[in-house]
């Protein structure tokens, strides 16, 4: 529905969502925060927060797509915010330091495998790894071996790695973008015009450029009257090294691993840690 608003109309309701979304995160990690002996209740808060900030970054990703590219990119991006798996790899990229968009893509390539092989030498084949730990951090459930064999499969209580042991680092992207005015009206106006200036595909570079559009969205935001008071210097840190570049033209599908392509790398997976049977 919102993918057929127009840009101005899309930007107003985006402006509104911003703030809802990062309030619900800080309520859950608030809340995340008093448990602490209560691992696993506590990882279950803190996966979900992640999932909200992620919506905020693909919807900032919305604003920073270039106008001739929305028409084409905005319906798809719109689905990321409702699925999992692109919620999942939208706060895992964001610690990704690619030297291109199409190294990015690859990167994001080896997590949406749709299974993969674990264990010390391939001995297991296991879902994907994302939406597995997400799952086994919620439920109780009965997994199948490969060999058909059932077995009971306890909940962990995995939680994501903290920035300085405090919050995840995707919060402290979200809240600097908040204090420095770009989830405003005007600073969304502004985003869009400073990012929607250049199309990130292919080999566009992921270092200098995305500093350099940094740089002048917060100048830009600056001279909007955009930025809050309660602003820190320390954050814009965040916004340099740990804001992903626009991700609108990736791939964000589950790839589809056929069965043999997975015993195949359990047989070479196998061979690297015992060596070639026919050497013996």
Aim: aromatic content about 10%.
């Amino acid at each position: 529905m919102l993918a057929q608003l127009s840009h101005a109309r899309q930007l107003d309701i985006i402006a509104e969502g911003l703030p809802i979304l990062l309030k619900s995160a800080d309520e859950l990690l608030t809340a995340a925060e008093a448990l602490d002996d209560h691992s696993r209740a506590a990882a279950i808060l803190i996966g979900q927060a992640t999932e909200e900030l992620s919506k905020i970054l693909i919807l900032m990703d919305i604003v920073r797509c270039p106008p001739k590219l929305r028409g084409r990119l905005v319906g798809q991006m719109f689905k990321w915010f409702y699925e999992h798996l692109p919620r999942l790899l939208y706060a895992e990229a964001q610690g990704w330091e690619p030297m291109t968009v199409r190294q990015l893509q690859e990167y994001l390539d080896n997590s949406r495998r749709s299974h993969d092989i674990g264990g010390f030498a391939g001995e297991f084949i296991m879902p994907n790894s994302t939406l597995f730990a997400r799952e086994n951090r919620l439920y109780a459930d009965i997994v199948t071996h490969e060999d058909g064999e059932p077995m009971w499969s306890e909940p962990s209580d995995w939680a994501q790695a903290r920035f300085g042991g405090r919050r995840t680092s995707i919060w402290y992207v979200a809240k600097a973008l908040s204090d420095l005015g770009a989830f405003s009206r005007k600073g969304l106006d502004v985003v869009s015009q400073v990012w929607g200036a250049v199309d990130f595909l292919g080999e566009t570079e992921c270092y200098m450029l995305p500093r350099n559009l940094t740089r002048q969205m917060l100048e830009r935001l600056h001279a909007a009257g955009a930025i809050s008071q309660t602003a820190e210097e320390s954050q814009l840190r965040y916004l340099y090294n740990q804001w992903q570049v626009p991700m609108y033209h990736l791939d964000f599908k589950p790839i589809q691993v056929p069965l043999e392509e997975l015993r195949a790398a359990q047989e070479a997976a196998l061979r690297s840690e015992i060596g070639d049977y026919e050497d013996y």
